[in-house]
């Protein structure tokens, strides 16, 4: 696989994010997207295959079920750009059904270079197909798949895993909208997300009997660590899952245990903790299927059809740009 490597700023990026996100007056936060280094991309793999947490398996269910469906409703030839394709596997079974009806080139657009080799090492036995990785934010990612666009060619863009739902709703038809403006009348996106369901369920998956999602959100202390020569002693934060009704979500945080100090030169501050306060570093929205179709449409897409699963609430939502 021919992979794009990301602009050099990305460690400054993440310097001056935590320093804005650790010294906020109201309540601290880092965010969501540097979960995902090489250890926290693992980890959020094992995550998929936990009992508690079943919306990546229903997820792959309506794509396994789906895939010819969906390929078909999607207007051809098209390339396939994936925002955010992790490790790749659920993926293979649209790729697949495309690749019987035509040569497909695929686009990962992925922040972690590991999750692009995992890609590439999952979806490469693929016939007919060749796979080139853009190692960038999704949208920069996008605008330049779409640049490579052959006349009469169109786009379909993945956005899979709820990721989405990592937005607020406010910034999540934003991002649409974004994708939206990049893409020409009668592309299509096929979006998935994690519909709503009881508090206890959702507890349950975004805090695991085995610990592995409180290893996840804590590996952003460990990174911070590392990558900017902090000094956080994780066994003094404590990973927590709360419900925010109001915002229809399940959060994460890191409580610390006690009242502390931590320098983090690598980002020129110095922060100090009370015992009980936390660090915000995931909101998981969770969407009614009537509302999907109502944002997609404000965004200028209409939705063209969507399949839910039947044993985790969760939708595949095909939308095609007006
Ligand atoms: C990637 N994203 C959709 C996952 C989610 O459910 O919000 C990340 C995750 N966080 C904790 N567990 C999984």
Same mark, same amino acid.
């Given at each position: 696989?021919?992979?794009?490597?990301?602009?050099?700023?990305?460690?400054?990026?993440?310097?001056?994010?935590?320093?804005?996100?650790?010294?906020?007056?109201?309540?601290?936060?880092?965010?969501?997207?540097?979960?995902?280094?090489?250890?926290?991309?693992?980890? &959020?793999?094992?995550?998929?295959?936990? $009992?508690?947490?079943?919306?990546?398996?229903?997820?792959?269910?309506? +794509? #396994?079920?789906?895939?010819?469906?969906?390929? =078909?409703?999607?207007?051809?030839?098209?390339?396939?750009?994936?925002?955010?394709?992790?490790?790749?596997?659920?993926?293979?079974?649209?790729?697949?059904?495309?690749?019987?009806?035509?040569?497909?080139?695929?686009?990962?657009?992925?922040?972690?270079?590991?999750?692009?080799?995992?890609?590439?090492?999952?979806?490469?036995?693929?016939?007919?197909?060749?796979?080139?990785? &853009?190692?960038?934010?999704?949208?920069?990612?996008?605008?330049?798949?779409?640049?490579?666009?052959?006349?009469?060619?169109?786009?379909?863009?993945?956005?899979?895993?709820?990721?989405?739902?990592? &937005?607020? #709703?406010?910034?999540?038809? #934003?991002?649409?909208?974004?994708?939206?403006?990049?893409?020409?009348?009668?592309?299509?996106?096929?979006?998935?997300?994690?519909?709503?369901?009881?508090?206890?369920?959702?507890?349950?998956?975004?805090?695991?009997?085995?610990?592995?999602?409180?290893?996840?959100?804590?590996?952003?202390?460990?990174?911070?660590?590392?990558? +900017?020569?902090?000094?956080?002693?994780?066994?003094?934060?404590?990973?927590?899952?709360?419900?925010?009704?109001?915002?229809?979500?399940?959060?994460?945080?890191?409580?610390?245990?006690?009242?502390?100090?931590?320098?983090?030169?690598?980002?020129?501050?110095?922060?100090?903790?009370?015992?009980?306060?936390?660090?915000?570093?995931?909101?998981?929205?969770?969407?009614?299927?009537?509302?999907?179709?109502?944002?997609?449409?404000?965004?200028?897409?209409?939705?063209?059809?969507?399949?839910?699963?039947?044993?985790? $609430?969760?939708?595949? =939502?095909?939308?095609?740009?007006?």
């Amino acid at each position: 696989m021919l992979v794009h490597a990301i602009p050099a700023n990305a460690a400054h990026d993440f310097a001056s994010d935590v320093r804005a996100g650790l010294t906020r007056s109201a309540q601290k936060e880092l965010p969501s997207k540097y979960l995902y280094d090489d250890v926290g991309s693992a980890l &959020f793999e094992v995550i998929s295959h936990l $009992p508690e947490y079943g919306l990546t398996r229903a997820d792959e269910r309506l +794509l #396994r079920r789906h895939a010819d469906e969906i390929v =078909n409703r999607v207007a051809g030839p098209v390339a396939v750009a994936e925002l955010g394709s992790g490790s790749g596997r659920k993926t293979r079974w649209l790729l697949e059904a495309l690749c019987r009806r035509q040569r497909t080139s695929y686009y990962p657009v992925e922040i972690s270079r590991s999750a692009l080799t995992m890609c590439e090492r999952e979806l490469s036995d693929i016939d007919s197909i060749s796979i080139v990785g &853009f190692e960038r934010e999704y949208l920069d990612g996008l605008l330049e798949v779409a640049a490579y666009r052959r006349p009469g060619q169109h786009l379909f863009v993945l956005f899979l895993g709820s990721t989405i739902g990592n &937005f607020d #709703r406010p910034a999540g038809l #934003r991002f649409l909208a974004e994708v939206r403006w990049i893409l020409q009348p009668g592309d299509a996106l096929l979006l998935g997300t994690d519909l709503e369901k009881s508090s206890s369920v959702l507890l349950r998956a975004y805090d695991d009997e085995l610990g592995v999602t409180a290893a996840f959100n804590l590996n952003l202390l460990a990174r911070v660590n590392h990558e +900017l020569g902090a000094n956080f002693d994780l066994a003094q934060f404590e990973h927590s899952a709360r419900i925010n009704h109001e915002a229809r979500c399940v959060e994460m945080h890191l409580v610390s245990r006690r009242k502390q100090v931590v320098s983090i030169p690598g980002a020129n501050v110095v922060v100090e903790f009370q015992e009980g306060e936390t660090i915000w570093t995931e909101a998981s929205h969770k969407y009614s299927v009537g509302e999907i179709c109502r944002t997609a449409t404000e965004a200028g897409f209409h939705c063209e059809a969507q399949w839910i699963d039947d044993e985790w $609430p969760f939708a595949e =939502n095909l939308l095609v740009a007006e």
